[in-house]
């Protein structure tokens, strides 16, 4: 079945810089468009960020974090990645991992953590 399993999140102080892993397996990974998606403390659940798969590297970021944050995947090692920069208090959230579109994914993973404080 679909696995994804994020790593990387942390505690960072504000302006720092933490990169997400997703390790991704149980379906043809190079195949599908995948996503990161996050989802602060009593707040809905928000988009981060998208990238096209099946040869396509198009991607996409949320007005929110554009210029800050890169998605990017490594097709033979079936991960994806989420490098995020400048960060600041207001990215504070769980980070999931998601195989899909924008936010109508079909499978997400169980999340990491990303603290951004003083």
């Known amino acids: 079945q679909v696995q994804l399993v994020e790593s990387g999140g942390g505690w960072v102080q504000p302006g720092g810089s933490l990169n997400l892993s997703c390790a991704a397996s149980?379906?043809?990974?190079?195949?599908?468009?995948m996503t990161w998606v996050r989802q602060a403390p009593g707040k809905e659940l928000e988009w981060v960020s998208t990238?096209?798969?099946?040869?396509?590297?198009?991607?996409y970021v949320a007005r929110t974090v554009k210029n800050r944050f890169t998605i990017s995947r490594d097709d033979a090692k079936n991960t994806l990645y989420l490098q995020m920069n400048s960060l600041q208090p207001e990215d504070t959230a769980v980070y999931y991992c998601?195989?899909?579109?924008?936010?109508?994914?079909?499978?997400r993973g169980q999340g990491t953590q990303v603290t951004v404080a003083a």
């Open positions: 149980g379906f043809t990974f190079s195949s599908y468009s």
């Open positions: 998601a195989k899909g579109v924008g936010l109508n994914y079909v499978a």
């Open positions: 990238i096209h798969g099946d040869g396509g590297r198009a991607s």
